[in-house]
């Protein structure tokens, strides 16, 4: 009789187990179902701008996305964070532009509204426009998708096929662009010095074991000992071809071959480069574009750029909004209007420098261009005694910092900073400089081969080619992500600091003249980064507190942002949700 019961239960349980599973598989296939029926039967249509209000004669920035995923990877950016970034653009006012626009502006001297964005996602993927679409129409903006020639027609589900691209460009949303034939790499070496040759991307989807490598069209091919195996009418045989072949492809797929072109990679033609490498790939694309954006790394295009050497920005996935907006404000040097994100929150802040962002349980502070980010909590002043704990989820590559009795009067601090993986002690007397007075490099942070993609996509001049690979900085690459869980307390004239709940820093003792003052944080880039001088420093579930009358167990919490109660539990459903999608669209 207890066996038929306990049959009876396992076979209920069994039958329970069941039906979780089909629930959650239905929600899953309902919510791809609902991405896919968005991008294929596209509901609404995009409206023309108002030309005749438009009196902007000086220029317009440009923004390229590699691509968009659905919660982002160190290539793609996740299909939220261009929502808010768009959202953000729209907010400045930002008008999308076509490519026929940019050419009236340079050719015929027409003008562009005040605030002109032309907006690009390139590699012509799939998941671009899946999830690019719906944004395109929610602030009714245009944008060129580019493409690989030898991508068309080939069968290949992760790239869009002649038939996508024409209904595309049908639907209005949308132009065509190319980043040119195809993605090769050649005069490749590893990690050992070994030399591979030539590579088609798919072949080095990593990098992760290559030390160099050039792109087909930036160079004469070259043997181990870097020795041309070409002479110049081989080399210029040989790139030509792949011109056209490209317009051959373009023209049997199409219909056309599209105007503008994003030569891969950027910041080398014209300047660097083989000359006679140049002037061929030049007299190619003036034969066959009516633009080039041959540059990136800065938003904006003057009035006095030319159509054959324009520049586009490449906001890199793990930037915030603020991050963007900060670049595009230096670039132009027009004043942006930052994302602050929860009022609430903000308004118990002093933002001393920099832009902030108070995202759910995040605070997301936004450097200056090359300069520190700083942000006062306002009821911290005159603080003694402090108990802080936090996430620090910034780029391992970087500056978190958090201080503790900040007199700004004084021009004193205690300072605790996470630097390139290595935790820093500060103290700063009225009228001297900052001192050392611990430092310990943590343990390592582990990241995988596929993180770094991009991060490596480096060509070098050719002066470097000829002298070989140069040796790699020691450390990590710029675009790796990390928690550190920190614990600091601050009591008398002794501080301690745990990073993920091991004790680094025992009862230092702190100069008595720095007696109180408040709490606040950093941000800044890491001279280490080489691309970009602007850094988002990220702290997570922030908990502010002064301890009562020297009394570790009476504290009056100054702040706080982390999620409790039923908040708690829907965010942690919602990622369970996010990742197991993630997984059953990376898995079929």
């Known amino acids: ?45 995009y409206t023309e701008a108002d030309h005749r209000t438009w009196q902007n004669d000086k220029g317009f920035i440009a923004i390229s996305y590699f691509g968009v995923g659905r919660s982002g990877t160190p290539k793609l950016i996740a299909k939220d964070h261009l929502d808010e970034q768009l959202q953000a653009l729209r907010n400045q006012g930002y008008v999308t532009i076509s490519q026929q626009d940019i050419l009236d502006f340079y050719n015929e001297k027409k003008p562009l509204p005040e605030k002109a964005l032309f907006l690009s996602f390139e590699d012509g993927r799939n998941d671009s426009h899946l999830f690019a679409q719906p944004l395109l129409e929610k602030y ?51 990690r050992q ?37 070409e002479d110049r009418s081989m080399m210029e045989a040989r790139i030509t071809q792949d011109y056209d072949q490209m317009r051959e492809i373009y023209t049997d797929t199409l219909g056309f071959v599209p105007e503008v072109y994003m030569i891969m990679h950027a910041n080398t033609l014209y300047g660097g480069m083989n000359r006679l490498v140049s002037d061929v790939n030049d007299a190619n694309i003036r034969k066959t574009f009516a633009m080039h954006f041959n540059r990136e790394g800065t938003a904006y295009n ?75 909590l306002d009821n911290s002043s005159g603080s003694q005694d402090l108990r802080i704990s936090a996430k620090l989820e910034g780029n391992v590559v970087g500056k978190q910092s958090i201080y503790l009795r900040d007199d700004r009067e004084k021009g004193s601090f205690v300072r605790v900073t996470l630097h390139d993986n290595t935790l820093i002690v500060e103290q700063k007397k009225a009228g001297q400089e ?17 993180d770094l993609a991009y991060d490596k996509a480096t060509v070098y001049t050719k002066s470097q080619t000829e002298a070989g690979a140069p040796e790699e900085d020691e450390g990590y690459p710029v675009n790796i992500q990390n928690t550190r869980q920190m ?49 988002d420093g990220v702290f997570t579930d922030v ?46």
């Open 1 to 45: 009789m207890r066996r038929k019961r306990e049959s009876a239960l396992d076979y209920h349980q069994k039958n329970r187990r069941k039906v979780k599973r089909t629930i959650v598989q239905f929600v899953i296939l309902l919510a791809v179902g609902i991405l896919l029926y968005q991008a294929v039967f596209d509901t609404k249509s």
């Open 140 to 190: 009714n903006y245009k944008a060129t998708a580019l493409s690989y020639a030898n991508k068309m027609g080939n069968s290949d589900n992760k790239f869009l096929q002649p038939k996508d691209l024409l209904n595309m460009q049908e639907s209005g949303f949308w132009e065509l662009g190319t980043n040119g034939y195809r993605l090769t790499y050649i005069n490749i070496f590893d």
């Open 193 to 229: 010095g070994n030399f591979i040759g030539v590579r088609d991307e798919n072949e080095l989807p990593t990098k992760n074991h290559v030390e160099y490598y050039n792109h087909y069209l930036m160079d004469f091919i070259r043997d181990s000992n870097m020795i041309p195996i």
């Open 543 to 588: 908990k502010i507190s002064s301890i009562q009358n020297g009394a570790s167990d009476q504290e009056q919490i100054l702040f706080r942002n982390s999620y409790t109660g039923m908040e708690k539990a829907v965010n942690r459903l919602k990622d369970a949700f996010t990742t197991t999608v993630d997984w059953v669209m990376e898995t079929f």
């Open 434 to 450: 900052p001192v050392e007075l611990f430092s310990t490099k943590l343990s390592e942070v582990l990241w995988q081969p596929e």
């Open 302 to 376: 003057s009035n006095k750029d030319s159509l054959y050497d324009l520049t586009r920005l490449q906001p890199d996935p793990y930037w915030y909004t603020n991050h963007l907006l900060m670049k595009i404000q230096r670039d132009t040097q027009q004043k942006m209007k930052f994302v602050h994100g929860d009022e609430q929150l903000a308004q118990q802040w002093r933002l001393e420098s920099g832009a902030e962002e108070f995202k759910g349980n995040k605070i997301v502070l936004t450097s200056p261009p090359a300069e520190e980010g700083r942000l006062f």
């Open 487 to 535: 614990d600091i307390v601050i009591q008398g004239d002794k501080l301690s600091v745990s990073v993920d709940n091991a004790v680094k820093v025992n009862q230092l003792a702190i100069d008595s003249a720095i007696a109180s003052g408040g709490v606040a944080l950093g941000s800044a880039y890491s001279e280490k980064n080489k691309q970009d001088d602007i850094y």
